[in-house]
């Protein structure tokens, strides 16, 4: 096969977004993180056009069947050219539950607004 129709795993991870480094993406086919087909791969496992990749990224795993490839890293609005999301909506209802726990609360004591605030909610016929 020619150059253009595989390229390794790590690279094609890197330029589809998945992981900020290519050294990222190499580290997480090292850490058994990545599969190929259902098999788990090293980073310099050929991909092919057809392929199934799933990535872990905790708390879910993601999936995606490969549609192009490319050796340069894609903006976001042009990885749908080169990847197609095949994540289970059970996967991606995990990562919608995660990120809603991490609201923001203020620590110590009231704010002159937050008091305002209070004291109306508390007293309204004085406001």
């Known amino acids: 096969m020619s150059e253009e129709e595989e390229m390794r795993v790590d690279k094609w991870l890197f330029a589809v977004r998945l992981f900020k480094t290519r050294n990222q ?12 087909n259902d098999s788990t791969v090293k980073a310099a496992k050929p991909l092919r056009v057809g392929d199934t990749v799933g990535v872990h990224q905790s708390p879910i795993t993601r999936t995606l069947k490969v549609v192009g490839l490319t050796q340069r890293r894609v903006g976001a609005k042009l990885v749908p050219d080169f990847a197609e999301d095949k994540t289970a909506q059970a996967e991606l209802d995990k990562l919608r539950l995660a990120k809603r726990g991490t609201g923001h609360k203020k620590p110590g004591r009231p704010s002159k607004r937050d008091r305002r605030l209070i004291h109306r909610f508390t007293d309204p016929d004085q406001a």
């Open 25 to 36: 993406a190499a580290e997480a086919c090292r850490d058994g993180k990545v599969r190929l």
